[in-house]
Every structure is written in structure tokens, then in C-alpha cells.
């Protein structure tokens, strides 16, 4: 089965600076990933996603990565701000597949 | 529309005993799922369905049941809860097909002592 790879499991920032969290996965088949974020006490909430047939797709502030050959995407979010503060989880789940793979998740913090 | 509810928030059961943790949508979307959620090991699936009478087992379904009876509602039993099933548990629910975006609930927070 799939496995994903989530790192760092923490990541501390000063507002205003870059923060990158980096994932693998194992499964070639896989071709959608998206990532969601998660505030205390609430469920994950869905705040990109990139398909296989792209490389690069920006919203705003955040961004996401894929390299298909090395089997690895990434979220960037810059300018971060507190509000950004939160736990972040990359998935992984092959073609009209119906089983999401999760990374263990990082937790961002955004020092003010 | 109020989303995806579950109930209850806050469960704590003795080894040996029953439950059964409630998740309700009102998008009537096909496909729903629990999670559990651990920490450092991300969300894993217990079980899901795509639809009302359909049933299928994820990643970690031992020592849980499910059943689907209506669009709407997907519970999660646990027969003989042990330790080993504290966590926090997610259900979560979207359009069949494709990929979609999934729905999570707010969470059941639940400890076996």
C-alpha cells in the first residue's frame, strides 16, 4: 500500500518568513495530494490540492509542489502570519482510488 | 447546512465496554469514512462506504463495526474497547468520484482507561 513521509514534525517561524514542509510518498500510482490544515480542537480542513498532471499550483500565500519522478510534493506558505498556526497534513490517494494515505503531520508555529 | 456532526465530543469508557461514536452529514454526499488520529502518525482509516448498505474496510478496522443504513448517518461501534483505541476519531464524508474535497467533522475525543 501507499505510505507517506511528512517532515519535520515541528516547524517554528518568526512572522513574516517562508515555512516549507516536505513529503514522499511510495505508491506510483498515486496522482492526487492534497494537504489540510488543522486548528486545535477541530477537524482537518482542506486548503490546496495538486493533481499529478501539473508541477506547481499558488493560492494566495500558500503553494504546492510536485515532483512526480522523485515522488515528493511540498507546501510553501510565505508572509506566514499567527493565524498560520496550526498542524499540517500531506495525503496521498491513487487514480478514483477512495482511501486517502496521510503524513504524520507538523506542527507550525508562527512567532509574532 | 451544519456539515458533518459528530457525537459525542468527549467519551471515556472502561476496557471491555461499548460504544458507538455518531456521524451525521446533511451534503448528502455518497462517500463517508472514520479516522483515527495519533500523534505523529497523521490520520489512519478505519473504515468507509460509498454508499448506504456498502461497507468497506481501511488501513486499521480491528476491533470496530460499521453499518450505513442511510445516506445521512455512518456510526462507528467499538464492541469491547481496549486501550489501544484511545485516540481521536474523525469522521468525514464527500462527492463520490474522482477526487474530491473531504469533510471532517469536529471530532470525538475518546480514552479507554
Known amino acids: 500500500g501507499e505510505n507517506v513521509e511528512q517532515h519535520p514534525s515541528t516547524l517554528s517561524v518568526q512572522e513574516g518568513d517562508s515555512a516549507v514542509i516536505k513529503c514522499t510518498y511510495s505508491d506510483s500510482a498515486s496522482n492526487y495530494f492534497p494537504w489540510y490544515k488543522q486548528e486545535l480542537g477541530k477537524g482537518p480542513q482542506l486548503i490546496i490540492d495538486?493533481?499529478?498532471?501539473?508541477g506547481e499550483k499558488k493560492d494566495q500565500r500558500i503553494a504546492v509542489t510536485l515532483n512526480k519522478t522523485a515522488k515528493h510534493f511540498s507546501l510553501h506558505i510565505t508572509e506566514t502570519q499567527p493565524e498560520d498556526s496550526a498542524v499540517y497534513f500531506c495525503a496521498a490517494s491513487r487514480r478514483a482510488g477512495n482511501m486517502l494515505t496521510f503524513g504524520g503531520g507538523t506542527r507550525l508555529m508562527v512567532k509574532p | 447546512n451544519a456539515g458533518v456532526t459528530q457525537t459525542p465530543k468527549f467519551q471515556v469508557l472502561k476496557t471491555g465496554q461499548s460504544m458507538t461514536l455518531q456521524c451525521a452529514q446533511d451534503?448528502?454526499?455518497?462517500?463517508m469514512s472514520w479516522y483515527r488520529q495519533d500523534p505523529g502518525m497523521g490520520l489512519r482509516l478505519i473504515h468507509y462506504s460509498v454508499g448506504a448498505g456498502i461497507t468497506d474496510q481501511g488501513e486499521v478496522p480491528n476491533g470496530y463495526n460499521v453499518s450505513r443504513s442511510t445516506t445521512e448517518d455512518f456510526p462507528l461501534r467499538l464492541l469491547s474497547a481496549a486501550p489501544s483505541q484511545t485516540s481521536v476519531y474523525f469522521c468525514a464524508s464527500r462527492i463520490l468520484g474522482g477526487h474530491n474535497e473531504q469533510y471532517f467533522g469536529p471530532g470525538t475525543r475518546l480514552t479507554v482507561t
Open positions: 495538486i493533481r499529478s498532471n501539473v
Open positions: 451534503m448528502n454526499h455518497e462517500y
